[in-house]
């Protein structure tokens, strides 16, 4: 199933993204939900499956988190479950991500699927992404406040709310409507009847991230062996002082393991291209021997990419899962890079290239990609 978003890019970028939040109704005309609530429940008796509960009753919150073994105790009203990541471990819900690759895949996250009764939400709260929220089957209502200074509030340990806002999106979503939201608005949804929401992250990585992803990279890689020196070092009046000349001289010392294009791009791919949700991997047993993939997609069998595996491309440079693809074929793995499903036509020459086929199978043996039944 491929799912159709009807949605002018270009205007949409221009006056919402990461500016205003927006409702999109009828986004997705004639909307099928790609599972079940009961599918969902399922997914959440998974001990790998990142799930968690969360109700209110006049006033009192409660979170729990799975996997949980039975929903029985649940009332009728005012209880939401919420799945993460739903994309690596289901793959017609995985199809709802793929409209939204106008944007970049790196900047994109995961699928959370929500499934919430009469009542039901997690509370008016703040979130550091950009979200697009789709309305699957039921109705909802959505409120959503301007980007401004709110107390944060702790009902639950686990439950970071803010306090009450004023809202300048308050409406009702149906089938196939969908509200954006940039980080930081203020947003609740409460369901007024049993819903299935969907909601695709993004995710932007921050300062800290980034420094402490690269230090982790210059250790592993054992970078920046260079020392401090200072051949012309001056006479100081107090030796306690470090001159400014020297903290200069320390700071381009970190500039300089930065401003290395190569290692910087090097080690972006690795750390970009790592999901921050478990992945469903099932390296094949026994593993594939390269001539039995070789046979396998020359005979018109089609390679499907793991759920959630993240692909990117720097140049011609391509990393997947936190890897890089060494190759000389770049066109091959640049379908590697874009393309859900795979065949021999696609991967071109580089299929009768012996390094090539090494890499392919090393991909599928780590369960990366996988043949499609
Ligand atoms: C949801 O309840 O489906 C989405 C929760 C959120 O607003 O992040
Ligand atoms: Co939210």
């Known amino acids: 199933m491929e799912y159709q978003l009807d949605l002018d890019w270009n205007d949409f970028l221009q006056r919402y993204w990461q500016k205003r939040p927006v409702i999109i109704k009828r986004a997705f005309k004639d909307f099928i939900d790609p599972l079940s609530p009961d599918e969902l429940a399922g997914l959440a008796m998974e001990t790998e499956v990142d799930s968690r509960l969360v109700s209110h009753d006049e006033g009192r919150w409660q979170v729990s988190?799975?996997?949980?073994?039975?929903?029985?105790?649940?009332?009728?009203?005012?209880?939401?479950?919420?799945?993460?990541?739903?994309?690596?471990?289901?793959?017609?819900?995985?199809?709802?991500?793929?409209?939204?690759?106008?944007?970049?895949?790196?900047?994109?996250?995961?699928?959370?699927?929500?499934?919430?009764?009469?009542?039901?939400?997690?509370?008016?709260?703040?979130?550091?992404?950009?979200?697009?929220?789709?309305?699957?089957?039921?109705?909802?209502?959505?409120?959503?406040?301007?980007?401004?200074?709110?107390?944060?509030?702790?009902?639950?340990?686990?439950?970071?709310?803010?306090?009450?806002?004023?809202?300048?999106?308050?409406?009702?979503?149906?089938p196939g409507d969908m509200l954006y939201?940039?980080?930081?608005?203020?947003?609740?949804?409460?369901?007024?009847?049993?819903?299935?929401?969907?909601?695709?992250?993004?995710?932007?990585?921050?300062?800290?991230?980034?420094?402490?992803?690269?230090?982790?990279?210059?250790?592993?890689?054992?970078?920046?062996?260079?020392?401090?020196?200072?051949?012309?070092?001056?006479?100081?009046?107090?030796?306690?002082?470090?001159?400014?000349?020297?903290?200069?001289?320390?700071?381009n010392m970190m500039l300089d393991l930065v401003q290395q294009p190569e290692q910087f791009n090097h080690w972006f791919g690795e750390f970009i291209s790592q999901s921050r949700h478990e992945l469903d991997l099932a390296p094949p047993e026994p593993p594939y021997q390269a001539g039995e993939i070789y046979d396998l997609l020359r005979q018109g069998d089609k390679l499907q990419r793991l759920g959630g595996l993240r692909v990117v491309k720097i140049g011609a440079e391509c990393y997947a899962n936190g890897e890089r693809l060494v190759t000389e074929h770049q066109q091959a793995v640049a379908t590697l890079a874009s393309a859900n499903v795979i065949d021999a036509v696609q991967l071109g020459e580089a299929l009768d290239d012996a390094s090539f086929l090494a890499l392919l199978t090393s991909l599928i043996n780590n369960g990366y990609w996988y043949f499609k039944n």
Request: glycine content about 10%; proline content about 9%.
């Open 65 to 174: 988190h799975g996997p949980f073994e039975s929903f029985d105790h649940l009332g009728e009203n005012n209880w939401s479950l919420l799945v993460q990541a739903v994309d690596h471990w289901h793959e017609p819900s995985a199809a709802l991500m793929r409209p939204f690759r106008q944007l970049p895949d790196w900047r994109i996250d995961d699928l959370m699927i929500s499934f919430s009764v009469p009542g039901g939400g997690v509370g008016p709260h703040l979130d550091q992404y950009d979200v697009f929220i789709i309305q699957g089957s039921g109705r909802r209502h959505w409120r959503v406040g301007d980007k401004k200074i709110l107390k944060q509030l702790c009902p639950h340990p686990d439950l970071l709310q803010v306090e009450p806002f004023n809202a300048i999106i308050d409406e009702e979503m149906e």
């Open 181 to 251: 939201i940039p980080p930081g608005f203020p947003h609740e949804g409460y369901s007024l009847e049993n819903a299935l929401n969907y909601s695709v992250g993004f995710r932007a990585p921050n300062g800290r991230e980034l420094v402490s992803g690269f230090a982790d990279y210059v250790l592993a890689q054992e970078l920046g062996g260079m020392r401090y020196s200072d051949p012309d070092v001056t006479l100081r009046p107090d030796p306690a002082e470090i001159l400014p000349g020297e903290i200069d001289g320390l700071r």
